[in-house]
Structure formats: structure tokens, C-alpha cells
């Protein structure tokens, strides 16, 4: 028998888990299916960043001329949006950026980004729409989320996870 708990901050994370969650008297080895998450969540981020918003919270909006100018100074011209210093996106797209965490274990995943690293307190003030980046000359702008899963990408991941392990290890278990 193996014991583990989820906890997510994910919106819809704990249904993503629910139904393995269920599974948690049969199965004793969690990591391939953390793995196939894990793998899922960093080609969703791919899209997140390359499609500027493709989550449910919608696209991006567009930066500022003033913005565009400042960053164009500071990183160079031609810079996509949310690219400035080259960090936040293989962190949160890779398992092996400058701040991601990417570790699994027979009944543990964590995932994102090392909460003591800048690209943390970044992600955040994106996420939520924080900080002087959001409330500039009077005005607060609107979120940029970095990771925004989609009802859907959860509804597949788990309906991957149950077909690729749970249905399988069942298929076995009865072939014996």
C-alpha cells in the first residue's frame, strides 16, 4: 500500500488527480505517471509563451510603445513578450532552466520554479498581475499568466495518465 497527498496550486489540479488519487491502494510506484505530467506541463508552457496566452485566461496583452522602447534599450530590440533576461522561459519549459524544480519520486512531483530565484518573484508579479509592471501612471493592467492550464490540457494529461498506467497496470495485473 502506498501513501502520498496531493498538493497543488494548480486551478483544477486536485480533479486532475482525483481519479489517481483514487488508485492510491493499488499502486505503489507514482514517477511514470509525474513523469508524463511533467512532460505535458513543459510542452503546455511552450505554447503558453510561444502563443502569448493560449490558456483559458486568454491572450497576453500587448506592451506598451513606452515599454517596447525601455526593454528594446535595456535587452535589445526584437525580444518576444516575456523575454527579457532568457530565464523565465527554459524554467518553466525545461526541467533543467536556471530556476526550475523538476524533481520526482515514487510518490512526489514537484514542478516550476525555485521559490527563492528572481524568476519566481517574476512569474508572480505575471501571474497575478502585480508590481510596478501592472500599476503604472494610474492604471492597472491585466495579468499576464505564465502558466495557465487549460480545462482541457487537464482533462487530456488525465485521460493519458489513466489509459497509459492505470488501464495498463490493470490489463497486466489480470493477465497473470
Known amino acids: 500500500m502506498s501513501a502520498f497527498t496531493i498538493d497543488t496550486e494548480l486551478v483544477g489540479g486536485k480533479r486532475l488527480f482525483k481519479r489517481i488519487e483514487s ?28 502563443g502569448r496566452g493560449v490558456g483559458d485566461e ?29 530565464k523565465l522561459w527554459p524554467s518553466l519549459t525545461t526541467p533543467v532552466g536556471p530556476a526550475s524544480v523538476h524533481i520526482v519520486t515514487h510518490n512526489a512531483l ?9 524568476q519566481y518573484d517574476y512569474a508572480m508579479q505575471h501571474q497575478h498581475g502585480l ?4 500599476q503604472r501612471n494610474g492604471r492597472q493592467y491585466s495579468p499576464r499568466p505564465v502558466i495557465d492550464l487549460t480545462a482541457a490540457w487537464l482533462e487530456q494529461t488525465t485521460n493519458q495518465i489513466w489509459d497509459d498506467f492505470i488501464i495498463d497496470r490493470r490489463a497486466k495485473l489480470t493477465s497473470q
Open 110 to 118: 514537484w514542478i516550476g520554479l525555485d521559490p527563492n530565484s528572481l
Open 131 to 134: 508590481g510596478p509592471a501592472y
Open 58 to 86: 486568454g491572450q497576453w496583452r500587448e506592451n506598451t510603445p513606452d515599454y517596447e522602447t525601455w526593454k528594446a534599450k535595456k535587452y535589445g530590440p526584437g525580444l518576444p513578450q516575456m523575454f527579457m533576461a532568457g
Open 23 to 50: 488508485m492510491n491502494q493499488d499502486v505503489q510506484d507514482f514517477g511514470p505517471m509525474f513523469n508524463t505530467f511533467s512532460q505535458n506541463f513543459y510542452e503546455q508552457e511552450k505554447k503558453q509563451f510561444k
